[in-house]
């Protein structure tokens, strides 16, 4: 995620399984991964707090295509990342407990970023504090959909701020 000469989209999320995971944040980003691409992006990540085997059959339950090349991240569009520890959520800034609302204990606060050269050019984090929130009832879902994300790409493009 963080290569140099790399422009990527990274969207987070709280858990594989999970209703808006599922019905819309994932297919949003997989339906428009082509379209994300040719706007000047080298690749779309998707990170969870779950671990690489939870992950791999989410992607199947979503009926993701399979990538099985030796080396590959799994999928053949967007790529399912494995944060079984949380250290690159905590490194973020963007871990959240959830474990008196929903049993989940530490995940990861639902955000989209364009990551360019290494450094975030771009960050969407949910809900109005523009921060994680600890045991959060509502699990706001606005501006780290993959709409959102083309829209920015697309200013970017029309700002010049979309070279790697």
């Not at 009926?63 to 590959?72: F, M, Q, R, V, Y």
């Not at 639902?110 to 921060?131: C, L, P």
Request: aromatic content about 10%; charged content about 25%.
């Amino acid at each position: 995620i963080t290569s140099r000469k790399k422009r990527v989209v990274l969207f987070s999320l709280p858990g594989a399984f999970t209703p808006t995971c599922s019905s819309t944040h994932l297919p949003g980003y997989e339906n428009n991964y082509e379209k994300i691409k040719a706007l000047g992006v080298d690749e779309v990540y998707c990170l969870s707090v779950n671990d690489a085997f939870v992950m791999r059959q989410w992607g199947l339950a979503q009926g993701l295509t399979e990538d099985k090349t030796i080396g590959s991240l799994g999928f053949t569009q967007v790529k399912l990342i494995a944060d079984g520890a949380a250290e690159f959520t905590r490194g973020m800034g963007m871990s959240t407990q959830w474990d008196k609302e929903r049993g989940f204990g530490e995940r990861s606060w639902r955000y989209s970023a364009v990551i360019n050269n290494g450094e975030v050019e771009k960050i969407f984090v949910e809900g109005e504090t523009g921060a994680p929130v600890q045991n959060s009832g509502p699990d706001p879902f606005e501006v780290s959909d993959a709409d959102t994300m083309i829209e920015y790409l697309e200013s970017a493009i029309k700002t010049g701020r979309s070279q790697p």
